[in-house]
């Protein structure tokens, strides 16, 4: 006798949901469900493993790994969801069907995907699938159009749904994905510095608006007047006001009175570099001044985190040589400690779930993790 059903009812009702948290807490997301279509799983072996899900999130982004082991179809019920989903295969193939069975296409190793979840919308996975999903706010990604734009689009953000991964626009988008699943997977991630990930998803939406083609692309593409260097002065002024805490840039944008796309051009003409590099500098120079001046009662690695500088080994040196010009000596007994090696594997109690993980899984599987598969 089987115990099949009743496990394929954890997945398909949808039970699991609570499991995921703090991610996933949207009650909207019980609109996405699963049903399992492949008849062999007639066959599987009591206690295998036959899907799995892990859940990550990083600011305003939940993270999903999904692994099934037989054919799922992913369906969102009425009245759908706000949210896009940017996904990227790493296994198998995902055919996507819109609502009204009007846009089809398939996505795999080479082709992403990314959609809205509208009502109606299916997605058919193949046997042996996994993938990453990124599921992106509407309200975040409509703040950074409206920032490039200068002001509010008048109708939502349409993307081409297939993104090929080997072009060069796309490729910026991919790499960021890449670095995403690093960041999850390392004990130093930069998910518990909310600069970090403001600056993070302000990279990851600024890039996906640009590089893949949607309803906005012409109007993107057209030149941005640049703004008065009154402007950028007020732009500089915000920067420096807000250095220890978490600065988007449409935040920057609105201060100094332009679109994002014009703050953009204004740094490049009169400053010759880019608002996010000014806002890293401006940090930096925080932290120095700090280490410099400070009391000595917080580290060089306390500093760092204070300023959003996750990463030790890559600002140990700027921020030390800094703090030897300025005040003449070398700071005592504030050094970093030496870059952990990234873990690449993570542990996991149920060795089925060991056995059938792979690369993507451990970053995302970190924060939490779900197996379904037959009791013994």
């Given at each position: 006798m089987y115990y099949l059903f009743s496990d394929l009812s954890e997945l398909e009702s949808g039970v699991y949901w609570p499991q995921l948290q703090p991610y996933f807490i949207k009650p909207y997301f019980r609109r996405l469900t699963y049903r399992l279509t492949d008849r062999g799983i007639a066959g599987a072996n009591k206690g295998q493993v036959l899907s799995m899900r892990a859940a990550g999130g990083l600011g305003d982004l939940d993270?999903?790994?999904?692994?099934?082991?037989?054919?799922?179809?992913?369906?969102?019920?009425?009245?759908?969801?706000?949210?896009?989903?940017?996904?990227?295969?790493?296994?198998?193939?995902l055919a996507y069907l819109g609502p009204g069975s009007k846009l089809t296409g398939d996505s795999n190793r080479t082709t992403g995907l990314i959609y809205r979840g509208l009502p109606g919308t299916h997605l058919s996975a193949t046997q042996d699938h996994e993938r990453l999903a990124i599921w992106i706010s509407a309200r975040s990604?409509?703040?950074?159009?409206?920032?490039?734009?200068?002001?509010?689009?008048?109708?939502?953000?349409?993307?081409?749904?297939?993104?090929?991964?080997?072009?060069?626009?796309?490729?910026?988008?991919?790499?960021?994905?890449?670095?995403?699943?690093?960041?999850?997977?390392?004990?130093?991630?930069?998910?518990?510095?909310?600069?970090?990930?403001?600056?993070?998803?302000?990279?990851?939406?600024?890039?996906?608006?640009?590089?893949?083609?949607?309803?906005?692309?012409?109007?993107?593409?057209?030149?941005?007047?640049?703004?008065v260097p009154r402007s950028i002065r007020r732009a500089e002024e915000f920067i420096r006001s807000r250095a220890g805490q978490p600065i988007a840039l449409h935040e920057v944008a609105e201060a100094a009175g332009c679109?994002?796309?014009?703050?953009?051009?204004?740094?490049?003409?009169?400053?010759?570099?880019?608002?996010?590099?000014?806002?890293?500098?401006?940090?930096?120079?925080?932290?120095?001044?700090?280490?410099?001046?400070?009391?000595?009662?917080?580290?060089?690695?306390?500093?760092?985190?204070?300023?959003?500088?996750?990463?030790?080994?890559?600002?140990?040196?700027?921020?030390?040589?800094?703090?030897?010009?300025?005040?003449?000596?070398?700071?005592?007994?504030?050094?970093?400690?030496?870059?952990?090696?990234?873990?690449?594997?993570?542990?996991?109690?149920?060795?089925?779930?060991?056995?059938?993980?792979?690369?993507?899984c451990p970053a995302v599987s970190r924060s939490c993790i779900v197996a379904l598969a037959e009791p013994v």
């Amino acid at each position: 006798m089987y115990y099949l059903f009743s496990d394929l009812s954890e997945l398909e009702s949808g039970v699991y949901w609570p499991q995921l948290q703090p991610y996933f807490i949207k009650p909207y997301f019980r609109r996405l469900t699963y049903r399992l279509t492949d008849r062999g799983i007639a066959g599987a072996n009591k206690g295998q493993v036959l899907s799995m899900r892990a859940a990550g999130g990083l600011g305003d982004l939940d993270v999903a790994y999904v692994r099934d082991r037989f054919s799922t179809v992913m369906s969102i019920s009425d009245p759908g969801l706000p949210d896009y989903c940017l996904t990227s295969v790493s296994q198998g193939s995902l055919a996507y069907l819109g609502p009204g069975s009007k846009l089809t296409g398939d996505s795999n190793r080479t082709t992403g995907l990314i959609y809205r979840g509208l009502p109606g919308t299916h997605l058919s996975a193949t046997q042996d699938h996994e993938r990453l999903a990124i599921w992106i706010s509407a309200r975040s990604l409509e703040q950074r159009l409206a920032s490039l734009l200068g002001e509010p689009g008048k109708d939502d953000v349409a993307f081409d749904h297939l993104i090929d991964w080997e072009s060069g626009p796309s490729q910026g988008v991919r790499s960021l994905i890449s670095l995403l699943t690093q960041e999850l997977a390392s004990p130093r991630s930069f998910a518990t510095s909310d600069i970090a990930c403001r600056s993070f998803t302000d990279l990851l939406l600024y890039t996906l608006l640009r590089s893949q083609p949607n309803n906005y692309s012409a109007r993107l593409a057209r030149p941005a007047d640049s703004p008065v260097p009154r402007s950028i002065r007020r732009a500089e002024e915000f920067i420096r006001s807000r250095a220890g805490q978490p600065i988007a840039l449409h935040e920057v944008a609105e201060a100094a009175g332009c679109s994002v796309r014009s703050l953009q051009l204004g740094f490049r003409q009169f400053r010759n570099t880019t608002p996010a590099a000014a806002i890293r500098q401006v940090r930096l120079e925080a932290a120095r001044q700090m280490l410099a001046f400070g009391d000595g009662a917080q580290t060089v690695t306390d500093v760092a985190y204070q300023y959003g500088f996750t990463n030790p080994g890559r600002f140990s040196g700027p921020l030390q040589g800094n703090v030897r010009r300025i005040s003449g000596g070398r700071p005592q007994a504030q050094s970093f400690p030496p870059p952990r090696r990234r873990r690449t594997q993570t542990r996991v109690a149920n060795r089925a779930i060991r056995q059938n993980s792979c690369a993507i899984c451990p970053a995302v599987s970190r924060s939490c993790i779900v197996a379904l598969a037959e009791p013994v």
